[in-house]
């Protein structure tokens, strides 16, 4: 299962459009200080290889903002981090705060997941817009560990092949940026689905295809 060239533009300017709008104001009142947000491109795999497909662009512990979704289709969303990256992005999101950290804390952890938090549920609510169906979330779940464990953790209980659908995403303000992940991970039908919402607005996200 793959997108076409037509599909991955028409997908990545749906994301631009709801991450430029929505998400960075929400982001922007959160911090108190203008967020803009890039979409680099988007890619479909299947689950199983994203360790060997994503290792050199995640390449320490990641850090991610994990949601289960449920409704018609089931699924997981995710945030993805590297590790340095995400602490950077704690620096960032706590600019009024005095002490630089160089490890995540506590706090650092409520802080990612809030923005996580603001980042998926504009991601799936698009996703689910795209495909005609309605979703409801789980809690937030913060966590550290490396890439094969949490592909691991994904697929562990399954019993249909999961694809990954990741959007590659820069977060900038404050004159830097910082570079995360986007993830939506289903099985086949679902992503079927989406496929087929995506070539049915292709016109509206394209205008001269």
Known sequence: MLLTEKQKMALSEFMRMV????????????IGSDVKMKVSGVSLSPLSKLTLEFSQHLNEDIVSVHQVFKGSINGDALLLLNYSFAVMLTNLLQKNTDDQIVYLNVSSCEVLTEAGNILLNSYISMLGSLMGCQFTFSMPIFQIEPLPDLV???????????YVLMVDTTFEFCHNSVRGYLVFVSGVIPLSCLIKGIEASIDLAIPNS
């Open 152 to 162: 691991n953790s994904l697929m562990l209980g399954k019993n249909e092949i999961r």
């Open 19 to 30: 991450l430029s709008m929505k998400t960075a104001t929400a982001l922007s009142e959160l």
